[in-house]
């Protein structure tokens, strides 16, 4: 399947995908709950410091987040929305309008 092919299958309106970028980072934020408090403990009461003493921590927070926020992983939620789109549409070519 070429470039241009697959982008116009996984396509999705500009609200779409911005719903669905947002669902990624909640999905994220909920799976890294574990680094994302560890960093905020590191940092509660320092301020420039921070940067050096939980370095550690925010590498690990982001390497959890990526996990989990990439292009990928909204290539496929595009996919299984194109997908779940399409069977919802499916579901309705069968049925006649009662006037």
């Known amino acids: 399947m070429g470039y241009i092919q697959e982008a116009r299958e ?44 939980c370095r550690k921590h925010a590498k690990e927070l982001n390497e959890c987040l990526h996990q989990y926020t990439n292009d990928s992983v909204l290539e496929d939620m595009k996919k299984n929305y194109m997908l779940e789109q399409e069977s919802k549409g ?9 006037e």
């Not at 779409?16 to 947002?22: D, G």
């Not at 499916?90 to 009662?98: M, Q």
């Open 10 to 53: 996984n396509h999705v309106k500009k609200k779409v995908e911005e719903a669905l970028r947002s669902k990624m980072k909640q999905k994220a934020l909920k799976e890294c709950n574990y680094y994302s408090a560890k960093y905020a403990e590191c940092a509660a009461g320092r301020t420039i410091s921070v940067v050096w003493q």
């Open 90 to 98: 499916k579901s309705f070519a069968g049925l006649k309008l009662v």
